[in-house]
């Protein structure tokens, strides 16, 4: 291995080592992006199974004052 190719190993394995530090955090704020599609769907197949409690909730959510 030559000297340049060295000098490039180092310098690739330090950029990889820093773009590492960052995927924790970046699959925390997936999960987070994720979650209100999870509960939309959930509320879905809540109101798809029991469509008159869904009716009920949102005669009891409005407020038109």
């Excluded at 310098?11 to 599609?37: G, K, S």
């Amino acid at each position: 291995m030559s000297p340049t190719e060295i000098i490039a190993l180092i310098a690739f394995v330090v950029l990889m080592l820093q773009n590492a530090t960052q995927i924790p955090h970046a699959i925390a704020a997936l999960i987070r992006a994720c979650l209100p599609v999870v509960h939309a769907t959930r509320d879905l197949a809540a109101a798809i199974e029991n469509p008159s409690s869904v009716l009920a909730d949102a005669d009891t959510d409005t407020d038109l004052s």
